[in-house]
């Protein structure tokens, strides 16, 4: 009686944590960074009135530029992952502060460039536009973000 307890307990066990694993998998490649911009982009073409000639120069130019942000943005989190352990040093701290720092340098100068090219393509109001749209799709962005964290656990 005793080891049938103890096979259940242990099957039980085995089966949440295979359960765990695989939603936590799930979660992990269920967020694909190329749709994600593809989404950014339809979105954003959604709010702009731009030409087919507008559309084809500009989207390279900003997928281009998504890709940059996106490795920046996987480089902070690298950095913010060094600090879990708890056993950074002053040194190691004033280190991450400014890896930190040159990240969002680097950040500006990436939007320079983006903005430089866009320039080029399109007319003020219409740039004007297609970065409202961007801050447009960055708002609706966080409010998903902050209503899925209003929910009520269940």
Do not use: C
């Amino acid at each position: 009686m005793k080891n049938i307890r103890v096979n259940i307990l242990l099957i039980l066990l085995f089966a949440s944590f295979f359960s765990i694993q695989a939603q936590h998998g799930i979660r992990k490649r269920n967020f694909d960074v190329t749709t994600f911009h593809e989404k950014k982009w339809n979105f954003m073409m959604s709010k702009v009135a731009l030409s087919p000639a507008e559309i084809n120069a500009v989207k390279p130019i900003f997928m281009e530029y998504e890709k940059k942000n996106w490795e920046l943005h996987k480089q902070i989190r690298q950095l913010f992952r060094q600090t879990r352990n708890g056993n950074m040093t002053e040194k190691d701290y004033r280190e991450l502060n400014d890896k930190m720092i040159n990240n969002e340098l680097k950040r500006s100068q990436y939007l320079r460039e983006y903005h430089l090219k866009l320039r080029k393509l399109l007319n003020a109001e219409t740039l004007f536009n297609y970065y409202r749209a961007e801050k447009s799709f960055e708002r609706q962005l966080l409010n998903k973000r902050l209503q899925k964290r209003k929910r009520p656990a269940k």
